[in-house]
C-alpha cells in the first residue's frame, strides 16, 4: 500500500457516516430486535417447537395405544 492510498483509506467517508444523505435521501441504521423483545421472540419460538414435538409424540402415542393398523383383504370377516 503506497502512503497515498493509506492517506485516502484513513480519511473518513462521508458517505458511510450515520445520517449521511445521498441526493437529498436521508439513510437510516439497519433496524434489529434487541433486549425483551428479542427473548420474547425466542421464547415463543421456542415454545412453538415444544408444542409442536408434544403433539406429534402424542398422536404416535395415541395410535400405537388405540392399534390402528391396516387391514389386508385376508383378515376380513367371511
Known sequence: MTQEQYILAAQ???LH???ASVCGAPV?????????????????ILLLLV???VN?????????????????VNNSPS
Do not use: E
Open 12 to 14: 473518513p467517508n462521508p
Open 17 to 19: 457516516q450515520r445520517g
Open 28 to 44: 437510516y441504521p439497519a433496524v434489529g430486535i434487541y433486549g425483551w423483545r428479542k427473548r420474547c421472540l425466542y421464547f415463543f
Open 51 to 53: 408444542t409442536m414435538i
Open 56 to 72: 406429534l409424540a402424542l398422536t404416535i402415542w395415541i395410535l400405537k395405544v388405540m392399534n390402528f393398523t391396516p387391514l389386508s
